[in-house]
């Protein structure tokens, strides 16, 4: 039992659970937000109130092509506005939070590869190199 314990609070899984909780409740955020701004943004741009009804029939076989379209235009526009309110302030805010960071890595002279800064060597092409440390500034 001690085992299935460790296996239960291990980190990783501890993260993925949140993660999964986290992304329905996004999930679930994106199609009311949707639901509720999208489609009627759209059907008040085209001046149709329900794009969804819309369909093209074949025979006797019914196409409801107005589904895919309103689910992509959805899908289209909640893509752009998540970018530029989310995944966009998010990287600059990260940037900034790493700009003082200390490098780590630098460039192999030879090969352009990243290696680490103290390395003598570099592990792709196996040049000898001065480390980072020793060259005067």
Known sequence: MGGFRKFLIRGNLVDLAVAFVVGAAFATLVKDFANSFIT?????????????????KISDTTFP???????????FLTSLIVYFLV??????????????KEATERECPQCLSDIPIRARRCRHCTSEVVPATEIPH
């Open 40 to 56: 009627p943004l759209i059907a008040l741009l085209a001046g149709k109130p329900d794009y969804t009804k819309l369909s093209l």
């Open 65 to 75: 092509y107005g589904v895919f379209v309103t689910s992509a235009l959805t899908f």
């Open 87 to 100: 995944v966009l302030p998010t990287s600059k805010l990260l940037e900034r939070l790493d700009r003082h």
